[in-house]
């Protein structure tokens, strides 16, 4: 049997994956190793940490299940992403100042986000506000794989939208990399919230590279949450 199998390391809240990555990690399981293909992963229930999980991949697609219930589904999206109009490296740094998760997180041990995380432990992406509804922030790998772009186009949509207020958890992201990050080489992410529907927050990322190059975009659903019950 092949299986999937969340390290802690990857948490989003305390006792579940985070999201982007957990996504990131499937889509790379799928042919092509999820890169030049948009690919849209729905997470079903909060992925379980540190626990085999069923993998089931076909020329269509991928899944990975506990206990006989689907965790996440991955399909190659129909389609083309509209990236997120880019920042200035120098604007990008100077919003992580403002990041609304030094005041308040939700998930303060977050992989991606988290400003209990450790350098070189977590990504510690800070994303601040950069106009109305957009955010931004600078991001330096110290490692690279597909796992890790997804998760860094993860929490910066969320944080363009009121997380404080309004406490959600990713539902379904939609990634295009185009290719992998390099190692310490500097990017700049930007998130856009674009619409509200009910329990319902759509937003977008993108990641950028040197001349405001698309290295990955990702356009996601977010679902309002009471944390509490993901501690």
Known sequence: ??????????????????????????AARLPGQGLGRPITVTLRQPPPLETPLTLAVTDG?????HDGRPVAVATYAEDALVPVAPVLATRAAEAEEAYAGHRLHPFPTCFVCGTDRRPGDGLRIFPGPVGTERVAATWTPYESSVALAWAALDCPGGWSSDLEGRPSVLGRITVEVRHLPHTSQRYVVVGEQRALDGRKTFTAATLYGAGD???????HVWIAIDPEEFR
């Open 1 to 26: 049997m092949t299986t999937l199998l969340v390290p802690h390391r990857f948490n989003g809240p305390p006792r579940s994956g985070n999201g982007g990555w957990v996504a990131g990690a499937l």
């Open 61 to 65: 697609g991928a899944s990975i299940s």
């Open 213 to 219: 190059e698309v290295v990955a975009t990702a356009e």
